[in-house]
């Protein structure tokens, strides 16, 4: 099983839509969680930091389950600028930051 | 000016030649790393530095070497280049009050 596992997607949507994307972490000594965004051929940005009591920014939402081991992230209101790829991303410490394989979004009129 | 930056940005090389892609920072920071994307697999670790006499293997490091030679620095190399390295690589680094890694525009590397 790899260490963080996301559904790929794509996940297809209309402007306005709302969309959650999921993924879970094998490791349970992992300690900080964070969404990253990526653009087509392009660096992954930071979108967010994850927190055990949920976190929100604008329009997105990012909660964390430590029980479940177990992170989303919720969109509301989709625009066409977020379309692009999300990669759920996981430090359990010690190392450096473990990558998802990342879920597409893409968002159209 | 990019607070990351990679060279080259493409690079395109045979079988069997040494390639160095190289990378430097004003960010501050001690940590930095190496990954490589592939379609489909996300991004994988190579090597990372905690500091300039820190370094240490990543998941992928087979194939791969890694100098850090200032703080600001951080090189990697293909001694003897495969076309199973062709591939968009990544340089990053840490802040490490925040967690959050901060990358180069990639450097992308096609090895015939």
């Known amino acids: 099983r790899k260490e963080v596992e996301q559904d790929p997607g794509p996940f297809n949507v209309p402007e306005g839509a709302t969309v959650a994307f999921n993924c879970t972490y094998s490791n349970s000594a992992s300690q900080s969680f964070f969404w990253y965004r990526q653009d087509c051929r392009k660096e992954p940005k930071l979108l967010m930091s994850?927190?055990?009591s949920g976190n929100e920014d604008g329009r997105f939402t990012a909660q964390l389950n430590r029980a479940s081991q177990y992170i989303s992230l919720l969109i509301r209101d989709s625009k066409l600028s977020d379309s692009a790829t999300y990669l759920c991303?996981?430090?359990?410490?010690?190392?450096?930051?473990?990558f998802g394989k990342g879920t597409t979004l893409s968002v159209s009129s | 000016d990019a607070d990351v930056t990679q060279t080259p940005r493409n690079r395109i090389t045979k079988t069997g030649k040494r390639i160095m892609l190289e990378c430097s920072q004003t960010?501050?920071?001690?940590?930095m790393y190496w990954y490589r994307q592939d379609p489909g697999l996300g991004l994988r670790l190579i090597y990372y530095s905690f500091d300039v006499k820190d370094i240490n293997k990543g998941e992928i490091s087979d194939g791969y070497s890694v100098s850090r030679q200032a703080q600001a620095k951080f090189s990697l190399s293909l001694e003897s280049a495969i076309p199973n390295q062709t591939a968009l690589y990544f340089c990053a680094t840490m802040g490490e009050n925040t967690g959050e890694l901060f990358f180069g525009e990639g450097s992308r590397l096609t090895v015939l």
């Open positions: 960010k501050g920071h001690d940590r």
């Open positions: 994850v927190y055990s």
């Open positions: 991303v996981v430090n359990r410490g010690g190392t450096a930051l473990i």
